[in-house]
């Protein structure tokens, strides 16, 4: 059984920055894709970022392109996502997830098999 635990949310105002971990445990997850997905209140689940297998190929919403960078390190089990400039439309609960019968990954939550928790951020104006 696969484990995803996220941490580093929080408050921060806007033009501020987090740095969100998320470190799986039950399962190396070397060979699977990894991704962020948020919802706000009272939204669906969207896509964020996803990384692939070996941490070159990555893929970002428009909404956070040029601000937010997907990083991992399989070594460690661990996938982080380091987020820059926030603003207040980036507040939501931001959950991990893993794909592991896909190395590339994709946008879609369907696909992906485990999540987190998730963890909340919140972007005050």
């Known amino acids: 059984q696969v484990q995803l635990v996220e941490s580093g949310g929080g408050s921060v105002q806007a033009g501020g920055s987090l740095r969100l971990s998320c470190v799986a445990s039950?399962?190396?997850?070397?060979?699977?894709?990894m991704g962020w997905f948020r919802q706000a209140p009272g939204k669906e689940r969207d896509f964020v970022a996803v990384v692939d297998y070996s941490g070159v190929r990555t893929d970002y919403a428009d909404s956070v392109k040029g601000r937010f960078t997907i990083s991992r390190d399989s070594a460690k089990n661990t996938v982080s996502l380091q987020m820059n400039s926030l603003k207040p439309e980036d507040t939501a609960v931001y959950y991990c997830?893993?794909?592991?019968?896909?190395?590339?990954?994709?946008?879609?939550?369907?696909?992906?098999?485990?999540w987190g928790q998730g963890t909340q951020v919140t972007v005050s104006s």
């Open positions: 039950g399962r190396t997850l070397s060979r699977a894709a």
């Open positions: 997830a893993a794909d592991p019968d896909s190395i590339i990954g994709t946008r879609r939550s369907e696909w992906y098999d485990y």
